[in-house]
Nanobody, 129 residues
Framework: QVQLVESGGGLVQAGGSPRLSCVVS????????MGWFRQAPGKEREFIAT????????YYAASVKGRFTISRDNDKNTLYLQMNSLKSEDTAVYFC??????????????????????WGQGTQVTVSS
Protein backbone atom coordinates (compact mmCIF):
# COMPACT_ATOMS: atom_id res chain seq x y z
CA GLN A 1 0.00 0.00 0.00
CA VAL A 2 1.24 3.47 -0.83
CA GLN A 3 1.17 6.44 1.54
CA LEU A 4 1.15 10.08 0.44
CA VAL A 5 1.90 13.04 2.69
CA GLU A 6 1.53 16.62 1.48
CA SER A 7 3.24 19.65 2.97
CA GLY A 8 3.97 23.27 2.13
CA GLY A 9 0.55 24.80 2.55
CA GLY A 10 -0.41 27.71 4.77
CA LEU A 11 -1.41 31.35 4.60
CA VAL A 12 0.04 33.07 1.53
CA GLN A 13 -0.36 36.60 0.22
CA ALA A 14 -1.89 37.12 -3.19
CA GLY A 15 0.83 37.01 -5.79
CA GLY A 16 2.93 34.67 -3.67
CA SER A 17 4.80 31.58 -4.86
CA PRO A 18 4.68 28.66 -2.45
CA ARG A 19 5.76 25.14 -3.34
CA LEU A 20 3.84 22.10 -2.22
CA SER A 21 5.51 18.74 -1.72
CA CYS A 22 4.12 15.23 -1.58
CA VAL A 23 6.30 12.45 -0.22
CA VAL A 24 5.32 8.97 -1.29
CA SER A 25 6.25 5.79 0.55
CA UNK A 26 5.38 2.14 0.56
CA UNK A 27 5.74 1.34 -3.12
CA UNK A 28 8.00 2.17 -6.05
CA UNK A 29 7.39 5.86 -6.71
CA UNK A 30 8.52 5.66 -10.31
CA UNK A 31 5.69 3.21 -11.04
CA UNK A 32 3.08 5.88 -10.42
CA UNK A 33 1.60 8.63 -12.48
CA MET A 34 1.01 11.51 -10.10
CA GLY A 35 -1.48 14.33 -9.87
CA TRP A 36 -2.51 17.37 -7.87
CA PHE A 37 -6.12 18.23 -7.13
CA ARG A 38 -7.79 20.83 -4.95
CA GLN A 39 -11.09 21.29 -3.19
CA ALA A 40 -12.55 24.59 -2.07
CA PRO A 41 -15.32 24.77 0.54
CA GLY A 42 -18.65 23.73 -0.92
CA LYS A 43 -17.11 22.66 -4.21
CA GLU A 44 -16.12 19.39 -5.80
CA ARG A 45 -12.54 18.25 -5.94
CA GLU A 46 -10.99 19.55 -9.14
CA PHE A 47 -8.01 18.52 -11.22
CA ILE A 48 -4.98 20.81 -11.31
CA ALA A 49 -2.05 18.99 -12.87
CA THR A 50 -0.65 15.56 -13.65
CA UNK A 51 2.75 14.16 -14.54
CA UNK A 52 3.75 10.87 -16.06
CA UNK A 53 6.02 8.31 -14.44
CA UNK A 54 9.16 9.55 -16.14
CA UNK A 55 8.22 13.25 -16.17
CA UNK A 56 8.01 13.03 -19.93
CA UNK A 57 4.50 14.37 -20.08
CA UNK A 58 2.51 16.87 -18.04
CA TYR A 59 -1.00 18.22 -18.32
CA TYR A 60 -2.66 21.19 -16.59
CA ALA A 61 -6.09 22.56 -15.94
CA ALA A 62 -6.75 25.77 -17.83
CA SER A 63 -7.23 27.64 -14.56
CA VAL A 64 -3.59 27.11 -13.51
CA LYS A 65 -1.72 26.64 -16.77
CA GLY A 66 1.15 29.10 -16.96
CA ARG A 67 1.07 29.78 -13.21
CA PHE A 68 1.60 26.33 -11.66
CA THR A 69 4.30 23.77 -12.46
CA ILE A 70 4.18 20.09 -11.53
CA SER A 71 7.42 18.16 -11.19
CA ARG A 72 8.78 15.06 -9.52
CA ASP A 73 12.03 13.67 -8.22
CA ASN A 74 11.95 9.90 -8.47
CA ASP A 75 15.16 9.58 -6.46
CA LYS A 76 13.51 11.41 -3.55
CA ASN A 77 10.04 9.84 -3.95
CA THR A 78 8.62 13.35 -4.01
CA LEU A 79 6.09 15.21 -6.11
CA TYR A 80 6.07 19.01 -6.26
CA LEU A 81 3.68 21.76 -7.21
CA GLN A 82 5.25 25.17 -7.72
CA MET A 83 2.51 27.77 -7.52
CA ASN A 84 3.08 31.32 -8.77
CA SER A 85 0.95 34.45 -8.93
CA LEU A 86 -1.55 33.10 -6.43
CA LYS A 87 -5.08 34.48 -6.46
CA SER A 88 -7.81 34.37 -3.84
CA GLU A 89 -9.64 31.76 -5.93
CA ASP A 90 -6.69 29.40 -5.44
CA THR A 91 -7.68 29.01 -1.79
CA ALA A 92 -8.43 25.33 -1.22
CA VAL A 93 -7.22 22.09 0.28
CA TYR A 94 -4.64 20.63 -2.08
CA PHE A 95 -4.32 16.89 -2.52
CA CYS A 96 -1.74 14.75 -4.23
CA UNK A 97 -2.75 11.47 -5.82
CA UNK A 98 -0.96 8.42 -7.21
CA UNK A 99 -2.01 5.87 -9.77
CA UNK A 100 -0.03 2.75 -10.63
CA UNK A 101 0.62 3.16 -14.33
CA UNK A 102 2.98 0.31 -15.13
CA UNK A 103 0.35 -1.26 -17.39
CA UNK A 104 -0.86 2.08 -18.77
CA UNK A 105 2.41 3.20 -20.31
CA UNK A 106 5.20 5.56 -19.48
CA UNK A 107 3.34 8.68 -20.62
CA UNK A 108 0.02 8.04 -18.91
CA UNK A 109 -1.33 11.24 -17.34
CA UNK A 110 -4.65 10.65 -15.55
CA UNK A 111 -6.65 13.81 -14.98
CA UNK A 112 -9.85 12.76 -13.21
CA UNK A 113 -10.46 11.78 -9.59
CA UNK A 114 -11.84 8.40 -10.62
CA UNK A 115 -8.55 7.45 -12.27
CA UNK A 116 -6.61 7.64 -8.99
CA UNK A 117 -6.68 5.00 -6.27
CA UNK A 118 -4.33 6.61 -3.77
CA TRP A 119 -4.69 10.00 -2.05
CA GLY A 120 -2.96 12.11 0.54
CA GLN A 121 -4.72 13.80 3.41
CA GLY A 122 -4.41 17.26 1.87
CA THR A 123 -2.77 20.54 2.81
CA GLN A 124 -4.62 23.83 3.18
CA VAL A 125 -3.58 26.80 1.08
CA THR A 126 -5.22 30.10 1.97
CA VAL A 127 -4.54 33.14 -0.18
CA SER A 128 -5.01 36.50 1.49
CA SER A 129 -5.60 39.63 -0.56
Amino acid sequence: QVQLVESGGGLVQAGGSPRLSCVVSGRTFSSYAMGWFRQAPGKEREFIATISRNSGRTYYAASVKGRFTISRDNDKNTLYLQMNSLKSEDTAVYFCAAEDSVERGTYYVPSTTSEYDNWGQGTQVTVSS
